[in-house]
């Protein structure tokens, strides 16, 4: 069908290039289809987030051969994460795997990050920088496209299969009904960049200050004095404490445990909220025409707060499903429908566990408790940094038992 395909028509139209867009994009291109990406923005471009392309972007990332182009600009790796409680008792949890130590994803600021996958996709598909898709076109209940403004002019696009990546305000997901605003399964989180900032160690840090709680307070290291800096919380949380987390920020930069550090910092820019759709709630995200990905999806894990990961896995499973259908000429709603099918099967459970970790985590006590016993247990420790890496050490968020021998510990 691609081959047949002229002017304004697609095999597919992706809306918005940020990781889960530009990924998808790139994936379908590679098997000789004719895909449009769009984005409203041009790129290089900012986007609010820690900035951690996590362990489980790299599968991807590999799959994309892109690895080798982030290992030599220098972006920086992680090989643990630092956490420290409410009382200031901190720990430090490797990244391993089958008990060894390795190094985790990397830290690159996404108007860098962005800017390489888009450049990538470039590469391979029709892409369309500062044109915003106004609108969803449909056909007897079906998505066949989209209307979308570029230098002014607005243009109509059609094709088999529109894949909304466009993020949070989804203008996709919208028109298809599937946006909720259930504030118990989004998360409020503002950053800033600071340069100067003291005992930066190499590893992310995720501390629960008292001034952040009941969300937490990050550093995530850029360079040797470079960090990108925030905080989180769950929107029902911020809401019903009527909490100005950009106060919030300040307020854990000059606390008592961090003041030093920040002592000569300097924030670069400005500060920027937005808000995190997290997969606790499981959204529709299929239908006749159209599959989401993504934040339009909302498929931000819960307790880490990571949605590059489950988004450019989102695209890759898009990819197998809707490219397979693509390639023999068509995609039905089944096909839709079976996307989300097959994107629930992969990513359901550790979402579930990350959830479960996110509610008993939210408990300042367990909290307090964990970090605490794991300073000193190094058992506590390896279960830890297992329930970080494996799906299978993650069930034990579940199991009561694990609390128990926790408090033995
Ligand atoms: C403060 C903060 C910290 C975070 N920290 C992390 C972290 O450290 N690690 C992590 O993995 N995740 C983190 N996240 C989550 C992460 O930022 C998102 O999950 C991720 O950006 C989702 O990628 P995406 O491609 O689905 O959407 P986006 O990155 O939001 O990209 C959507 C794209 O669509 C475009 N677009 C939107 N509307 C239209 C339109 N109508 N027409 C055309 N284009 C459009 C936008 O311009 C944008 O380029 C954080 C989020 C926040 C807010």
Same mark, same amino acid.
């Given at each position: 069908m691609g081959a047949l395909m002229e002017g304004n028509a697609f095999d597919a139209i992706v809306?918005?290039? @940020? ?5 998808c994009a790139c994936l379908l291109a590679e098997r000789g289809l004719r895909i449009l990406l ?63 130590? /390795? ?7 996404? !108007? ?9 996709a470039?590469k391979k598909c029709k892409a369309?920088?500062?044109? *915003? ?11 066949v496209g ?8 607005? *243009?109509?696009y059609y094709c088999n299969v529109v894949i ?23 998360? +409020? ?5 600071? =340069? ?29 004095? *470079? +960090? ?17 987390? !950009? ?6 930069? =000059? =606390? ?7 002592? &000569? ?20 995200? &299929?239908?006749? @025409? ?13 307790? &880490? ?8 896995? &989102?695209? +890759?499973?898009?990819d !197998?499903?809707i490219g397979t259908a693509l390639a023999k000429g068509q995609v039905?709603?089944?096909d ?19 959830? +479960? ?8 006590? /367990?909290?307090?408790?964990?970090? =605490? ?9 390896? *279960? ?26």
């Open positions: 809306v918005g290039a @940020g990781p889960s867009g530009s990924t769009l984005d409203k923005e041009s790129f290089p471009r900012d986007k609010p987030c820690g900035d951690a392309i996590g362990g489980k972007a790299l599968n991807v990332i590999e799959r994309l051969g892109l690895m080798q182009e982030l290992s030599e600009k220098g972006f920086p790796r992680n090989s643990g994460i630092i956490f420290s409680s409410p009382s200031g008792n901190e720990v430090e949890i490797p990244l391993l795997e089958n008990g060894k130590k /390795v190094s985790g994803g990397f830290v690159c600021k996404r !108007e860098d990050f962005d800017a390489i996958l888009f450049q990538h470039e369309m920088e500062k044109t *915003e898709v106004v609108d969803v076109l449909s056909e007897e209940g079906k998505v989209v209307k979308a403004r570029h230098d002014g002019k607005e *243009e109509n909304g990546a466009d993020g949070v305000n989804s203008i996709v997901a919208r028109k298809a009904g599937c946006l909720a605003a259930d504030s118990r399964h989004y998360a +409020a989180a503002v950053r800033a960049y600071y =340069s100067g900032v003291g005992g930066l160690r190499g590893n992310i840090e995720v501390h629960f200050v008292p001034e952040s709680m009941p969300g937490y307070f990050w550093i995530f290291p850029l360079s040797k004095n *470079e +960090a990108n800096v925030g905080v989180g919380m769950l929107l029902s949380e911020a809401k019903k404490r009527k909490v100005n987390l !950009e106060q919030v920020l300040l307020q854990c930069i =000059s =606390s008592k445990k961090f003041a030093q550090r920040f002592a &000569s910092a300097k924030l670069q820019g400005r500060m920027r909220g937005w808000s995190l759709p997290l997969a606790s709630a499981r959204r529709k995200c &299929s239908g006749d @025409g159209f599959i989401l990905l993504g934040d339009a999806a909302s498929l931000v894990d819960p307790f &880490s707060g990571e949605g590059i990961g489950n988004g450019m896995k &989102s695209a +890759a499973i898009a !197998e499903v039905t709603i089944q839709c429908l079976r996307y989300e099918g097959r994107l629930w099967e992969e990513i359901g459970p550790d979402v579930g566990y990350s959830h +479960a970790m996110q509610k008993v985590l939210s408990n300042g006590w /367990v909290l307090e408790l964990a970090i =605490s016993k794991a300073k000193r247990s190094e058992w506590l420790r390896e *279960e830890l940094a297992g329930m970080i890496a494996s799906r299978e050490a993650k069930k034990k968020a579940r199991d009561p038992f694990f609390y128990l021998r926790m408090l033995l510990a």
